[in-house]
């Protein structure tokens, strides 16, 4: 079945340190891909997707790539700032009956001023 | 629109009890999906319905839980009897697969934590 998988955490940074967190995936077919933000005591959000190979998502300063030759959609920020704070979930979605969502275990990113 | 509603965010109830959240998806939306979330287990889908049918419901731990979605507005997820292991936040999420614009993507509501002694 399909799957993500996402580097461990936490991950601590200074703030204004560039980011890097992996995300690869499984899929059976064409899937489009996201990630999604937790901040503490909130739902998740949607932060970025993109639904096609070479697609970049972006949104606040984050950017994602689907890169389809090496099932990964690894998200980076220039700068992070102490609000950025959050637990990072990559996922899934295939567009087949009834469309399920595959999340991975979630990445959790401390900036410390 | 108001996004996904759910109701209690918090619910503190004791071993044995009933309990029954809900969820009101977005407007137009055609998929629901219950999630739980907690320290040990991440974020583990429970059930998600699509056009008010349940597709996959291979993630309800036990008999103990059971959802219902008698309408495209509203849907339940209930504990009968609850246990501690079940303290959880739950999560709603809904989404549509009509191929509108916003289409594919999972919106979520503000959880229901919930807390059994």
């Known amino acids: 079945g399909d799957s993500v998988t996402q580097m461990e955490g936490p991950v601590t940074l200074s703030e204004e340190a560039f980011l890097t967190i992996n995300c690869t995936y499984t899929a059976t077919g064409y899937p489009s891909l996201f990630w999604y933000v937790q901040y503490p005591g909130e739902g998740l959000q949607l932060l970025l997707k993109a639904t096609k190979a070479d697609d970049k998502g972006s949104n606040k300063g984050f950017e994602a790539t689907y890169r389809k030759e090496t099932t990964s959609f690894h998200l980076e920020k220039g700068s992070v700032q102490v609000s950025d704070s959050a637990v990072y979930f990559c996922a899934l979605s295939e567009r087949n009956y009834g469309q399920n969502f595959v999340f991975g275990p979630g990445t959790r990113l401390s900036v410390l001023p | 629109d108001a996004g996904v509603i759910q109701s209690p965010r918090h619910e503190v109830t004791e071993m044995g009890q009933e309990v029954t959240l809900r969820c009101k998806p977005i407007s137009g939306h055609n998929s629901l999906f219950w999630y739980r979330q907690t320290m040990m287990r991440g974020l583990e889908l429970l059930i998600y319905f699509n056009n008010n049918v349940p597709i996959d419901d291979s993630g309800m731990p036990e008999d103990r839980f059971s959802a219902k979605m008698p309408n495209a507005s509203f849907s339940t997820l209930k504990i009968q009897p609850s246990e501690p292991r079940d303290s959880a936040v739950y999560f709603c999420?809904?989404?549509?697969?009509?191929?509108?614009?916003?289409?594919?993507?999972?919106?979520f509501g503000a959880g229901s934590r919930l807390t059994v002694l």
């Open positions: 999420a809904s989404s549509s697969t009509t191929g509108r614009a916003g289409a594919n993507v999972l919106t």
